[in-house]
């Protein structure tokens, strides 16, 4: 009998043992479970014959569940039968029309809008690659984009005929055949093609078509600013896409959940996690064309939304906006995404009230990622033992001074101690491969590093520099090198430079990004060095930035020097300045900021840097 006894005490104090000594020990359970889960579900896919993508996936929930709603937007609602007919029609048009086969790959140059949808679903059902391209950029951006993806058709959307026109000369040098999304269209060298996909048949193609697609196969390329020059664009594979795709599962998202996704396409976060998660789910998809701080809650109220696609700084712009009486007056249980910090997560749960946020860590390209499945606080994600195997990771020690790893007298690099910080890398093996960029080797190899802890061996550098505390959470530190964060847009510094300097009045450009109280990320700043004799035309400066960048990416502040601080090796030095920022009681030269009203740079004053720091001027 006391055996017994002492059998059911343990039993029933098992548990509570557990969750004093191991705390999170439920948790790392369930998620190892779920890790399980779809990796034996990756290998299904994988082997099976063909090999089964999204998009098989989709064509599923059309067969299961025909008139479950898929995409609402602005008013009109679309079930998966109506999208997946849409998609044939796309598919038809473009077969009968362009000479592309499967393996070939066309660009899209389209807003957040259904079309997206249903024109990336048609052209997968021809077996091609995709090609995001950022609606925002522009030129010369532009034209690089679309070349470094290898395609021979654009198809763009018609809010988009002035970009294209822009760039049209040169599109019709390389024979690229250019497909605009309106009824007609006069310019001579554009197609346009919405009659075609009205008179299109809406059978579906035949699967022959895409019998050759494996899970290596290139399915999307989805650009991205990594550290040095215009944006590259990452292979996305068929295998890459499943992986994001199943966030959305992993984080506990249901069947019968309502997702609201005002994040771009163009991005693996609206595409991958956002988009595709909802289709692995089969869920209804709220989609917007731009995120908006004052709508997002009437969205979500209007719509039933439960889930809600988040980055940073769309949490932290909803916390700024004006408290109201409904603000917790909604059904949204659950916010999934990268990038809140701490005090943002801890507001946002006061104001709208208590949901699950899942917030999670990767890279497009990337071969390493962290879910943050405790909700813990702060945390970008949460390493156990089984993810470690998976995925061999570590955080080595980084020297911000000569922006590089610190190697050992063998020439190795060094692991930091738990809670240091240092930078995130990956070991490129054949389970957790990088897929580089297309048509872009030099690249590629930038982001490897190579003899990190023994002769021979290959990482992928993220660019990130992290701290894992002792209780297993990864935070996120900071970003390295030539890039920095804006309105969740990463921005290359050499890019907005290489802007500045084609300019006549300006000689060398160092561009890096600043803090700026209130905001995430930091904001870009420059600090020119003027040609000889010549003076600062902010107007003029101003005109060229409009032309050639988003407005994410051009600087607010710009600082002119005399000279301009290298390296030995003549690389520009950032550190001392991104210390200064624009506080022009601590920058003695002449200091500037972009004032969009006047369309002009005007001279930095005290009253703009306090009106800055109290967060009544907005950037
Ligand atoms: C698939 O590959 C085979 C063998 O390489 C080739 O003969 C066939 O034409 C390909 N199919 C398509 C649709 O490209
Ligand atoms: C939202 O849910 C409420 C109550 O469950 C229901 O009455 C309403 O019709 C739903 N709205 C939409 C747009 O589905
Ligand atoms: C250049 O950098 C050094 C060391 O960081 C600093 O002492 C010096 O003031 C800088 N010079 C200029 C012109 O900014």
Redesign the pocket.
Known sequence: MSVFLTLLVGLVLLPVLLRLCFPYFWDDMRYVLQMVKVALRLRRYRSSDPCYTILDCFLDTVKRNPEKKFLIFEGESYSYAEVDRLSNKVSNAVRAFCSV???DTVALLLGNEPSFVWFWLGLSKL?LTVSLLNHNIRSKSLLHCFNCCGASVLIAGEDLRDAVEEVLPVLKEQKVMVLLLADRCDVDGIIGFNEKIKAASDKPPPI?????VTIKSPALYIYTSGTTGLPKAAVISQERMWLATFFQSMCGVTSDDIIYICLPLYHSSGFLMGLTGAIERGITVVLRRKFSASQFWNDCRKHNVTVIQYIGEIMRYLCNTPKSENDRVHKVRMAIGNGIRGDTWEEFLRRFGDLCICECYGATEGNVGFVNYAGKIGATGRVNALLKLAMPFALIKYNTENEEPVRDSRGFCVEVPTGETGLMVSKITKQTPFRGYANSPEQTEKKKLRNVFVKGDIYYNSGDLMKIDEHGFVYFQDRIGDTFRWKGENVATSEVSDVLISMDLIEEANVYGVKVPGHEGRTGMAALKLMEGQNFDGAAVFELMENLLPSYARPRFIRIQEALNTTSTFKHTKKMLVEEGFDPNTVRDQLYFLLDAKKTYVPMTHDIFNSIKDGQLKL
């Open positions: 086969k499967e393996g077996g022959s078509l895409r019998s050759n």
